[in-house]
């Protein structure tokens, strides 16, 4: 019901094309051809698509909505900062195309909840794999929450769509593209597809012809349906007890969603082979159709200074919770934006330095601009009208680069451009100013030095432990002025302290003005004398 519901909530104006069922994609396929330019609403935008391994225009099938499917995690321990990179890429490229270019951005994860890492891991830890999975897939979402990523329009859970799994396999048995065993497994038959098979990847066409093992028939056939083992999770199924091989999932659940037709999927490119390869065989033998998927996006491995990818298997990871014990969220995210998202990144101390200074570029410019639009820089009006010019230019370079293949780094740079003009122009009047003149960086600090004294003033003051209480007996008017009178006295100094700082700040030109539960702060153009 759920998915039915999301379906017509996003779908419902554009009628068939989002139908279940085996609708084609296009025309009933044949076999052996490639890529095939979408028809359907263009956009200015440029993007690599692995498919064709060179950049295509993005042709979305509706007017202003982009479908997106992404793989989700496999929930058997903590993410770590691998993962993070990938899905923080991806976050940037839906931002963009969200904020930047206009477009709804539909997009859908699967959360892989049974799976030989998850078993094996709950037996280590004598819990059963749902619990653990349920855990770990909390955890996965707080940190993405704490990393700013935006969520999927929907999480979808592998064993939560085990019924629509089964008849997606059914569906590809009766089209002639997978066969069960007697043993209970059931196989996707690559030779039954021909060509079509390696549309991500070259796959040696001599390797379709060496026999399998145990019960495959051909050596690149794959899992559809795994037959029931012993101390494991199972369902039952036409082919006896089991559970979904791990490609079958993902094309179940985009298809559910989506139905016969996607724009974008995207995934690391660890991904793209054999599990992408593996999901367009399945869903183009399923929907009987030549082109299933339209575009598929891929991020470059995170790498540790002088080691391989950054991998749970390698054992080389840092988790996302052990990384923001030391840097911050806006950190990593900038770190992300200084490289292409299909490109391999080096993950160091200096690269994450290089990070956190240019961040500290950017906020002291906000901060320094913020206090002269506040006119809290005293100072001679600068030159406006060439930063308009400079920022009119910024904003046609920063979206130029995001149309071509999302051009993170260079999209920086203009903005980074920007910034040293502006730096010039307020560093120029910062020089030129009177010893009264303030930056912005000491204009930020005076409003959290204000705000931290009012909440010490009130709390002097006695003004919030008097409101009435609805656990608290009530007071009598008598009772709250003797209260407040012993509270008074007991906070003295800390009110005395809020006196001595205001004297004292007024000493430099600062003039704070205390109101019934606020303060305010302005800068005296003449300093007070003593």
């Not at 929907?287 to 990818?309: A, M």
């Not at 298997?313 to 840092?318: G, P, T, W």
């Not at 923001?324 to 299909?342: A, D, E, G, V």
Request: one cysteine or more; charged letters at 20%.
């Amino acid at each position: 019901m759920l998915v039915a519901a999301f379906r017509r909530r996003f779908f419902g104006h554009v009628g068939g094309a989002f139908a279940g069922g085996t609708a084609s994609c296009s025309d009933v396929a044949t076999w052996g051809e490639r890529w095939i330019p979408p028809t359907g609403h263009e956009t200015a935008i440029q993007l690599y698509n692995s498919l064709t391994k060179r950049k295509e225009p993005l042709i979305l099938a509706n007017k202003g909505v982009a479908t997106w499917y992404s793989c989700g995690p496999t929930v058997y321990d903590h993410a770590h900062l691998g993962h993070a990179c990938s899905y923080i890429r991806f976050d940037i490229i839906r931002r963009i195309l969200t904020k930047v270019f206009g477009y709804d951005v539909i997009m859908v994860m699967g959360i892989t909840d049974i799976d030989d890492k998850i078993i094996k891991r709950a037996n280590e830890l004598n819990i059963s794999p749902v619990s653990l999975a349920r855990i770990y897939e909390q955890d996965f979402k707080q940190d993405m929450t704490t990393l700013k990523v935006i969520p999927p329009a929907i999480y979808m859970r592998v064993t939560e769509n085990i019924p629509r799994i089964i008849s997606f396999i059914e569906q590809i048995i009766t089209n002639g593209h997978a066969y069960a065993t007697s043993n209970g497994n059931v196989y996707f038959d690559i030779k039954s597809i021909g060509d079509k098979y390696g549309k991500l990847v070259n796959v040696p066409t001599s390797a379709e012809n060496e026999l399998g093992e145990n019960d495959k028939q051909h050596i690149r056939d794959f899992a559809l349906w795994k037959a029931f083992r012993s101390q494991e999770p199972f369902w039952m199924s036409p082919w006896g007890k089991g559970r979904p091989g791990w490609h079958i999932e993902c094309s179940t659940i985009a298809s559910v969603v989506f139905g016969s037709q996607l724009d974008i999927h995207t995934g690391g490119i660890d991904l793209a082979f054999p599990h992408h390869e593996n999901e367009i065989a399945q869903c183009e033998a399923y929907h009987q159709c030549k082109q299933w998927g339209n575009y598929f996006l891929h991020s470059g491995h995170l790498h540790l200074k002088g080691h391989e990818k950054m991998s749970k298997s390698l054992k080389n990871y840092i988790t996302i919770k052990d990384f923001l014990k030391t840097f911050s969220p806006n950190q990593f995210r900038i770190f992300c934006l200084l490289s292409k998202y299909r490109s391999g990144v080096e993950y160091s101390d200096g690269s994450m330095n290089e990070a956190h200074n240019l961040l500290q570029i950017i906020s002291s410019f906000i901060n320094t601009a913020n206090a002269y639009i506040k006119g809290q820089l005293i100072c001679p009006a600068i030159n406006e009208h060439m930063l308009w010019e400079r920022l009119a230019h910024t904003r046609v370079s920063v979206k130029a680069a995001f149309a071509d293949d999302f051009d993170t780094p260079r999209a920086v740079n203009a903005i980074m451009d920007l910034i040293h003009h502006g730096n010039k122009q307020l560093n120029a009047v910062t020089k030129n100013a009177t010893k009264e003149e303030s930056s912005g960086t000491l204009c930020n600090v005076l409003d959290e030095l204000v705000s931290f004294r009012t909440k010490v003033r009130n709390y002097a003051l006695a003004n919030q432990e008097l409101s009435v209480s609805e656990e608290g007996p009530v007071m009598s008017r008598q009772e709250q002025k003797e209260k407040r009178k012993q509270l008074l006295l007991e906070r003295k100094s800390l009110l005395e302290a809020c006196d001595s700082l205001r004297q004292e700040l007024a000493a430099f030109g600062i003039n704070i003005k205390d109101h019934a539960n606020s303060s305010t702060w302005e800068l005296l153009t003449e300093r007070t004398g003593t």
